[in-house]
């Protein structure tokens, strides 16, 4: 198998096998991540593909999911995409659910039709990181797109049948904008109706744009408190019922299926945190992650 580092494979989709089909990203701008810095983007070669499958079909016959990687394969045209994934059924043929993820700006290329022909190739879920429906705060750490785009976008993937999933960012906005950053994005997401809300807390790792900033006085992070207090206005003004996943550091686990009818436990939860929690260990917590 060939994968180029880092291998980052969405620990909640369960998939096997993982097949490498892009490497880096093409945007690799955001000011928060660091995660493909100096790896330059470029489609896998399809004879490269292929001897992959070709591989995962002598040891892996019988796989019902596959997981695309890496940063944002659906960049590809549908004419590239296409062969990808009838390669997938030709040495796959049990194949039922194609996972991957990618950006908001990658589906632009797409027309409606052209996605429900990926979907009936196999592609189901798509993971979208979104971080923010927040229109100065996409331009603040530099997505790429705008909040119209995100509905635009989301919009043709639920007339293609595709599910998806969007990411919040908690803490990306920096004090200058929290909960602008939280009711805004809530909206977007609303409109959007994702499958899945997945949160995480920001964390300022080292080569990044947004730390730099932070050390000339240029962005002010939020406490670990004040990240709860956001996460917690986001819920509140979250109405759409999906499945909510967070990586936040808190104690409760907050994480499971049917949000409206937990929504109120949440809330609770994040309340008790917010009055409870032992702030320290949570900013120690933070301090020792590697990575996104």
């Not at 798509?126 to 919009?155: F, M």
């Not at 003004?237 to 949000?259: E, Q, Y």
Request: proline share 5%; hydrophobic share 35%.
């Amino acid at each position: 198998m060939h994968f180029t580092e880092p291998v980052y494979r969405n620990p909640y989709w369960p998939t096997f096998p993982l097949l490498q089909v892009t490497q880096g990203c093409t945007h690799n701008r955001c000011k928060f991540c660091t995660m493909y810095k100096g790896i330059k983007f470029r489609p896998q070669p399809m004879d490269i593909i292929e001897e992959d499958l070709q591989e995962l079909a002598k040891f892996a016959p019988h796989a019902k999911t596959i997981q695309l990687l890496s940063a944002n394969p659906l960049v590809m045209t549908y004419n590239k995409l296409k062969p990808i994934l009838e390669k997938v059924n030709e040495y796959l043929p049990e194949i039922e659910y194609i996972y991957t993820q990618t950006r908001v700006s990658d589906l632009k290329n797409k027309t409606v039709e052209e996605l429900e022909s990926l979907k009936d190739l196999g592609l189901r879920e798509i993971s979208l990181g979104v971080e923010s429906g927040d229109d100065w705060t996409l331009n603040r750490v530099n997505k790429g797109y705008a909040s119209e785009d995100i509905i635009e976008q989301c919009g043709k993937l639920t007339d293609a049948g595709i599910g998806f999933w969007m990411s919040f960012l908690n803490g990306v906005a920096g004090k200058e904008h929290s909960m602008d950053h939280a009711i805004n994005s809530a909206k977007i997401f609303n409109q959007c109706n994702p499958m899945l809300v997945g949160t995480g807390g920001l964390t300022l790792f080292p080569g990044t744009p947004l730390l730099e900033e932070a050390e000339r006085g240029e962005f002010t992070p939020l406490s670990e408190k004040e990240m709860l207090i956001e996460l917690k206005t986001f819920v509140e003004h979250l109405d759409c019922d999906c499945s909510f996943i967070t990586h936040h550091t808190v104690a409760a686990s907050l994480t499971g299926p049917n949000f409206l009818s937990r929504k109120g436990q949440i809330i609770d939860a994040l309340e008790h945190e917010i009055k409870n929690g032992d702030f320290e260990r949570l900013a120690e917590i933070r301090k020792n992650k590697q990575s996104l």
